[in-house]
Nanobody, 116 residues
Framework: VQLAESGGGLVQTGGSLRLSCAAS????????MSWYRQAPGKERDLVAR?????????NYADPVKGRVTISRDNSKNTVYLQMHSLKPNDTAVYYC?????????WGQGTQVTVSS
C-alpha cells in the first residue's frame, strides 16, 4: 500500500500549487480521501476531504475555504489539492490520507513553503 504525494515546493505569497496523491496497493474508489497539513511545532490539521459516495462531496477547513479545491480521479487512483492565493502560514508538510471502514493509510508528505 502506498500513497505518494507530489507537487510541493517553494512558492511566493499569492502563488498557486497543485498537489497530487497517487494511491497504489488497494482499491482506491471506496476510500474517502483527505489532505492534512502539519506546520513545525503544530498538530496535523485537516485541510480538505472528498468522500467516495454522495457524488464525491467535499468539505474544507475554514482557513483554506475559497482558496483550495480537492478533487479525485478514480480512473487514475489519484486525489488532488489545487491551492491558490497561498500565504506564508500555509507553509507545512501536506499529507494525504485514505480511510474506509476503519482502515486508514497515510502518505509520507510533501513540503509546501510559501515565502513572504
Amino acid at each position: 500500500v502506498q500513497l505518494a504525494e507530489s507537487g510541493g515546493g517553494l512558492v511566493q505569497t499569492g502563488g498557486s500549487l497543485r498537489l497530487s496523491c497517487a494511491a497504489s496497493g488497494f482499491t482506491f474508489s471506496p476510500y474517502d480521501m483527505s489532505w492534512y497539513r502539519q506546520a513545525p511545532g503544530k498538530e496535523r490539521d485537516l485541510v480538505a476531504r472528498i468522500f467516495s459516495a454522495g457524488g464525491s462531496s467535499t468539505n474544507y477547513a475554514d482557513p483554506v475555504k475559497g482558496r483550495v479545491t480537492i478533487s479525485r480521479d478514480n480512473s487514475k487512483n489519484t486525489v488532488y489539492l489545487q491551492m491558490h492565493s497561498l500565504k506564508p502560514n500555509d507553509t507545512a508538510v501536506y499529507y494525504c490520507k485514505a480511510n474506509w471502514l476503519g482502515v486508514t493509510y497515510w502518505g509520507q508528505g510533501t513540503q509546501v513553503t510559501v515565502s513572504s
